[in-house]
């Protein structure tokens, strides 16, 4: 809970990791890998407030003691959601997994939530998985990555038929926010590992399933803009953009914001802070203190009002989870529609 | 004009393909070294040792193939620095080979050429959209910018790169040819110019963002270089 100039936020955190990336953990042969993943994250972190920045070694492993503080005390953070990211081909005993992460769950039933993962290329055994995962841990969501390696693969594409399958498990099992990372990546090499067409094709094809895209596409936010613009279940995931943006590029932040709301609209984007890449703090604080610049190059960007921030800083996402938000945070329920909806079927002459 | 700054201006030709930028403006080079007998070598760093091979790749071979044609040069050696694919990179750009030859079995060149024209056709959308909202704020109409012809547009960087990557995706672009065009190459019409250029400022958005991104991870990638240096690790 956030409160400032007398207006509260209800602040739920779409995107947190709890990851162990210290050598101990390398897979024997893959170290330059995994150590590449972890200074590349490194080198986000100080795209924050350099008072923010931590040492690498505290970077790689940190303790529920941090993140308890770092998260739930200083960050406001009334509800925090895990993306499980696995990555076990460089990590011994993953990089952040369902099992970790639901440890900590445990301990803050009602404080945090964790989202497990599926990959089609595990075929038979993965459905049979995701369905006693889905038991075991009451999954309202799954994190996936169509970038990971697995087995000699490079990655796979939603739109493959497997996938479907998998797809149409989710919704047996009640699993309805999938969430997909689009963004920032190393791997494959062959492939453009940002295209969101996949997420187009799937979002129609399973019209009662949430599909967030992670990172908004970055860097190929025009992609996701586009395609967003056309599919009502597709929501814009915010880590990365405030994260990476708003302290050390505020006029591209700007832009950015302006655009997501012209073509997504407030009511489908989610704040989340990536942590431990960046700490929820700076951004729950920077973000509310925010306002578009008055130059004339913002000025047909549609204005974020309170309201608007208090959607993006939880209330969008609390209704995504089923979080119950007391009456004090909530506000007037009003229809937004995004801005950009009547131009959709332009887009595609782009 | 000496060798070296024969070499320099040449690489300032080169353009990271994701950004639309020359690597020479980004910071990317690094070195550039001409030995007195002519051979060339050059360094390049990227804002992070995991940027993205396939756009790694086409820097370094761009590099090289813009040198080569230069007079007087010897020997060319390019080589992608602290780099997590360097190595394969390297040694295929030092053989003359494509991207392929680098990651045997991981890739093909047509999917890289796919992805190098994807990228000229979003950086021309978004080069005309600078181009494009300079004239309308200059109190130009939407029907006389869509009536401009090449020989119309203004002498400047923009301009000229616009028409670079006309020639090199294959749209016509003599002096009668239209100023402004669908990334297809078709002309823009009067009343699709609005909207077009509410997607093209987006675009051009997207890759002004990233370029931006780039730049502080390499400004961070050098402050943490240096710092390591000087306690000496």
Redesign the interface.
């Given at each position: 809970m956030y409160s400032h100039n007398g207006d509260t936020f209800f602040v739920v955190d779409g995107h947190l990791h709890f990851w162990d990336a210290s050598p101990a953990n390398w897979v024997s042969g893959q170290e330059?890998?995994a150590k590449?993943?972890i200074?590349?994250f490194h080198?986000?972190m100080?795209?924050g407030p350099e008072e923010t920045h931590w040492p690498l070694e505290k970077f790689q492993k940190y303790s529920e003691d941090d993140f308890v503080k770092d998260v739930f005390e200083d960050g406001y953070v009334d509800v925090g959601i895990f993306q499980s990211t696995y990555l076990k081909e460089w990590y011994r005993d993953g990089f952040n997994t369902l099992e970790k992460n639901s440890q900590l769950v445990e301990k803050y039933p009602d404080r945090l939530i964790a989202n497990g993962r599926w990959d089609p290329r595990e075929g038979e055994a993965g459905l049979k998985q995701l369905e006693e995962d889905a038991k075991r841990y009451n999954l309202q969501g799954v994190k996936l990555y169509t970038a990971e390696w697995y087995q000699g693969s490079?990655g796979w594409s939603l739109k493959e038929p497997e996938s479907q399958r998998f797809l149409e498990k989710c919704q047996a099992l009640g699993i309805k926010n999938i969430h997909v990372h689009k963004g920032p990546t190393?791997w494959?090499?062959?492939?453009?590992a940002f295209d969101v067409s996949d997420v187009d094709y799937v979002a129609t094809n399973f019209p009662e399933l949430n599909f967030i895209v992670e990172h908004v596409g970055?860097?190929?936010?025009?992609d996701f803009?586009?395609m967003a613009t056309q599919e009502p279940n597709v929501y814009a995931g915010l880590a990365v953009v405030i994260g990476?943006?708003m302290h050390?590029?505020p006029r591209?932040f700007a832009?950015?914001m302006g655009?997501l709301l012209?073509?997504v609209g407030e009511d489908k984007m989610l704040w989340a802070s990536d942590y431990a890449i960046w700490e929820p703090r700076w951004q729950v604080e920077g973000f509310v203190d925010w306002t578009s610049p008055e130059d004339v190059e913002f000025s047909d960007y549609p204005r974020l009002t309170t309201d608007g921030k208090k959607k993006i800083l939880g209330l969008n996402a609390a209704k995504l989870y089923g979080i119950d938000v007391p009456d004090e945070f909530q506000i007037p329920d009003e229809a937004g529609e995004p801005a950009a909806r009547e131009?959709a079927q332009?887009?595609d002459?782009? | 004009m000496n060798t070296r700054a024969r070499v320099l201006e040449a690489l300032s030709e080169v353009h990271d393909p994701?950004l639309d930028e020359p690597i020479t403006s980004l910071g990317f080079v690094t070195s550039c070294e001409v030995s007195p007998s002519g051979d060339v070598e050059i360094l390049l760093r990227l804002p992070?040792?995991?940027c993205?091979?396939?756009f790694a790749y086409l820097m370094a071979a761009d590099a090289r193939n813009v040198v080569r044609r230069l007079p007087d040069v010897g020997r060319i050696e390019v080589r992608l620095e602290d780099h997590?694919?360097g190595k394969e990179i390297n040694a295929a750009i030092a053989r003359g080979e494509g991207f392929a030859a680098a990651?045997p079995g991981?890739?093909?060149d047509d999917?890289l050429d796919a992805?190098r024209e994807?990228f000229q056709r979003?950086a021309l959308?978004a080069r005309q959209a600078r181009l494009c909202e300079a004239l309308l704020a200059d109190g130009a109409t939407p029907v006389q910018v869509t009536a401009l012809r090449v020989a119309d547009l203004p002498d400047d960087g923009d301009a000229r790169r616009c028409l670079e990557l006309r020639g090199q995706l294959g749209i016509g672009c003599d002096p009668n040819a239209p100023a402004f065009v669908?990334?297809n190459g078709e002309p823009l019409a009067a009343d699709?110019l609005t909207?077009?250029l509410?997607?093209?400022?987006?675009?051009r958005?997207?890759l002004?963002?990233?370029g931006?991104?780039c730049r502080?991870?390499l400004q961070?990638?050098s402050r943490?270089g240096a710092e390591l240096e000087e306690v000496g690790t």
């Open positions: 330059q890998y590449g993943w200074e590349c080198a986000y100080g795209l490079r190393i494959p090499l062959d492939k453009d970055l860097p190929r936010i025009e803009c586009f990476g943006l050390a590029r591209f832009k950015v655009e012209f073509w131009d332009l887009v002459s782009a | 994701e992070t040792p995991q993205a091979p396939n997590y694919t990651f991981e890739t093909d999917q992805l994807l979003k959308v669908a990334p699709e909207l077009w509410r997607k093209a400022r987006l675009v958005t997207s002004e963002v990233n931006s991104i502080s991870l961070i990638r943490r």
